[in-house]
């Protein structure tokens, strides 16, 4: 099996991530009371993610990070749009898709974050290197 997949021309991570997901998700119309966090991957989405939860439960602590995160702000390509059509209230969701992929609204509030590519593409790099060694 190829370590790469190419969804309407762009390259995606044959691992952790479905094709279906993906379609989905990219032509998925966020709603305007959305909070969507967007990056490139290994930029610190999960810890923008984290800084936001925190925001919206105001401090509190809670029983499992991973748990938490992964069901108050789903991550579209790995959670696929039935996830986040399954949330309630101020619908929160994650990214990785570039800005020209996802559908647009501009009533959505959008928090991107990046970070130098030097410190990206090799954390990246040895990210993917990692979860291929696991399968």
């Given at each position: 099996m ?52 925190q ?7 809670f ?13 579209m ?19 990785c898709?570039?800005?020209?992929m996802?559908?647009k ?22 990210f ?8």
């Amino acid at each position: 099996m190829s370590k790469i997949q190419i969804i309407r021309g762009i390259p995606f991570p044959n691992v952790n991530i479905l094709r279906e997901n993906i379609e989905g998700t990219i032509d998925y119309p966020p709603r305007d009371r959305n909070i969507i966090i967007a990056s490139y991957p290994n930029t610190g989405t999960t810890y923008l993610q984290y800084m936001v939860l925190q925001i919206i439960i105001q401090g509190r602590s809670f029983h499992s990070c991973n748990e938490v995160l992964d069901k108050v702000i789903p991550f579209m390509e790995m959670n696929g749009p039935e996830a986040i059509d399954n949330l309630t209230g101020v619908r929160m969701y994650k990214h990785c898709y570039r800005n020209d992929m996802v559908k647009k609204n501009t009533k959505p509030e959008v928090l991107y974050m990046y970070r130098n590519h030097a410190d990206t593409l090799p954390a990246f790099y040895y990210f993917l290197q990692g979860v291929w060694e696991k399968r």
